[in-house]
């Protein structure tokens, strides 16, 4: 199995910036791809994805704004979020894809929340 942890939510003013961390733990080896959703409130939404191959997926909103990226160890990724906006705000979850034949999985964290001041 596999879990994963979030850090680095915060309250910031529009405009300032925010840098995310999520470390995954178990079987990474499973992980196919690692990414960032926010819910507020509702269903959580895409925000970015990394894949294993580096391919990386952005939400329309936050396109030119925000960036994800992967540390050293491939169980970390970060996302860079910059120029933020009241409408930003929101929990932020992580989630790491998994596959372990035969089960394919998503492993959600507990969220953290993100809050933009006007």
């Known amino acids: 199995q596999v879990q994963v942890a979030e850090s680095g939510g915060d309250l910031v003013q529009a405009g300032g910036s925010l840098r995310l961390s999520c470390v995954a733990s178990?079987?990474?080896?499973?992980?196919?791809?690692m990414g960032w959703y926010r819910q507020a409130p509702g269903e959580p939404s895409l925000v970015a994805k990394i894949s294993r191959d580096g391919g990386v997926t952005y939400a329309d909103s936050v396109k030119g704004r925000f960036s994800i990226s992967r540390g050293n160890a491939q169980n970390t990724v970060f996302l860079q979020m910059n120029n933020l906006r009241r409408e930003d705000s929101a929990v932020y979850l992580c989630a790491a894809e998994y596959y372990e034949d035969p089960v394919v999985g998503r492993a959600w964290g507990q969220g953290d929340r993100v809050t933009v001041s006007s």
């Open positions: 178990g079987s990474i080896r499973s992980i196919t791809a």
